[in-house]
């Protein structure tokens, strides 16, 4: 366990998240414009089909956590980390291994959120590259939105159409198969381990509309071949985590 502080206060980790919702829209994008965008982390794209990677559209509503209750989205790819071995031979079941979180990582490329007082603690205990952004969602009606605003400007506007019902696998209670999670911040990239618990997952192929603003990183995702049908689209009603204390990647 260790301690660190924050606006004056004292955060313990491993950092627990009691309840949340979250919402995710997966996107097959071309790797090579993915590796330019994450070039600065040095980091490798997994391909999960050849010349694909993975990037996922992330929101979540923090209900009650250790960091207290705020809005955030999430713009992540799935990443072979140093020292996972060499890449599965392309196709699908290899990519399908990975996104059970065998021998990948999941790598945080931006991550704006709503409130200042989960912006420090982000950067400050993980290297989260946390940003304040006005992070509105609309959960309660059958479709859930996402509209984030940065700078007074649009950047992304994203709808999801809930699936199916789905068993989480493992089954319920036990932790999800979730890849470690990797940041990089003031030049230094670390690697965060996480577990997660969901109840209520929907699930469903393609089922995202999405509108990209004016905002620099509207123009990254363009860039990615967004907008485009969505590879996958999950929702969880309530999602515990745990976060861990961060280390080297």
């Given at each position: 366990?260790?301690?660190?502080?924050?606006?004056?206060?004292?955060?313990?980790?491993?950092?627990?998240?009691?309840?949340?919702?979250?919402?995710?829209?997966?996107?097959?994008?071309?790797?090579?414009?993915?590796?330019?965008?994450?070039?600065?982390?040095?980091?490798?794209?997994?391909?999960?089909?050849?010349?694909?990677?993975?990037?996922?559209?992330?929101?979540?509503?923090?209900?009650?956590?250790?960091?207290?209750?705020?809005?955030?989205?999430?713009?992540?790819?799935?990443?072979?980390?140093?020292?996972?071995?060499?890449?599965?031979?392309?196709?699908?079941?290899?990519?399908?291994?990975?996104?059970?979180?065998?021998?990948?990582?999941?790598?945080?490329?931006?991550?704006?959120?709503?409130?200042?007082?989960?912006?420090?603690?982000?950067?400050?205990?993980?290297?989260?590259?946390?940003?304040?952004?006005?992070?509105?969602?609309?959960?309660?009606?059958?479709?859930?939105?996402?509209?984030?605003?940065?700078?007074?400007?649009?950047?992304?506007?994203?709808?999801?159409?809930?699936?199916?019902?789905?068993?989480?696998?493992?089954?319920?209670?036990?932790?999800?198969?979730?890849?470690?999670?990797?940041?990089?911040?003031?030049?230094?990239?670390?690697?965060?381990?996480?577990?997660?618990?969901?109840?209520?997952?929907?699930?469903?192929?393609?089922?995202?509309?999405?509108?990209?603003?004016?905002?620099?990183?509207?123009?990254?995702?363009?860039?990615?071949?967004?907008?485009?049908?969505?590879?996958?689209?999950a929702t969880a009603e309530h999602v515990s985590m745990t976060f861990q204390e961060p280390g080297p990647a």
């Amino acid at each position: 366990m260790a301690s660190h502080l924050v606006q004056g206060r004292r955060v313990e980790t491993p950092v627990e998240v009691r309840d949340a919702s979250v919402c995710v829209a997966a996107y097959l994008v071309r790797a090579d414009a993915a590796r330019a965008v994450l070039a600065y982390s040095r980091m490798d794209v997994t391909e999960v089909l050849p010349g694909k990677a993975l990037c996922s559209l992330v929101f979540v509503r923090y209900h009650d956590s250790d960091l207290g209750s705020y809005n955030e989205f999430g713009v992540t790819f799935l990443v072979r980390p140093d020292g996972s071995g060499p890449p599965p031979r392309p196709g699908l079941l290899a990519g399908l291994k990975d996104l059970r979180g065998a021998g990948s990582g999941a790598f945080v490329h931006w991550l704006p959120v709503d409130q200042a007082f989960t912006l420090e603690a982000g950067r400050v205990i993980w290297g989260f590259p946390k940003e304040l952004a006005d992070v509105d969602l609309r959960l309660r009606s059958p479709y859930k939105r996402c509209l984030l605003r940065r700078d007074g400007r649009m950047v992304v506007d994203l709808l999801l159409r809930p699936g199916i019902a789905a068993t989480p696998v493992p089954l319920l209670g036990e932790a999800l198969p979730v890849p470690d999670a990797y940041a990089h911040l003031d030049g230094v990239t670390r690697r965060i381990p996480w577990t997660a618990r969901a109840r209520g997952v929907r699930w469903r192929p393609g089922g995202a509309l999405i509108r990209l603003g004016n905002h620099p990183i509207a123009k990254e995702l363009s860039e990615l071949g967004l907008p485009r049908r969505a590879l996958m689209t999950a929702t969880a009603e309530h999602v515990s985590m745990t976060f861990q204390e961060p280390g080297p990647a």
